[in-house]
């Protein structure tokens, strides 16, 4: 098989695929990204937190026009995983309006972004309806 490698430092490949999140030790918000401080309390120190691989569709939007090379259109959505939201584009579903509810069930799944001459995969996560 050949390597894989997440496209963001914050998804986990394995059987099992999973994001975690950084999350501050004094407030207990959470962050995907690297932080030196908590935008929310300012303290220094983070955990990483598992985040539930299932979650609800808390809003979206229709994309339509993106840079070259990026196929349109594309539902990018934000989801409510346990509590915490995650930015994701929606995937295995139309992008129309009329599939797409506020509150639908959704859980997350890996795609692959593409694979570079020596045979690496760069695979991303989207959510797909449960």
Not at 22 to 40: G, K, L, P, T, V
Not at 80 to 97: I, K, Q
Not at 110 to 118: Q, R
Request: hydrophobic content about 40%.
């Amino acid at each position: 098989m050949a390597d894989r490698v997440p496209l963001v430092d914050y998804l986990v490949l394995s059987e099992d695929p999973r994001l975690v999140a950084r999350e501050c030790e004094r407030c207990a918000a959470r962050f995907f990204d690297r932080r030196n401080a908590c935008a929310s309390c300012g303290a220094t120190t983070f955990r990483g937190v598992d985040i539930p691989r299932t979650g609800t569709l808390v809003t979206y939007t229709i994309v339509s026009v993106a840079p070259p090379g990026v196929a349109v259109p594309f539902v990018a959505a934000v989801v409510d995983c346990g509590g915490t939201a995650v930015r994701g584009n929606l995937v295995n579903v139309a992008p129309d309006p009329g599939r797409l509810t506020p509150g639908m069930e959704l859980r997350l799944t890996t795609v692959s972004v593409g694979t570079d001459g020596a045979g690496t995969e760069a695979v991303g996560y989207g959510f797909e309806p449960a």
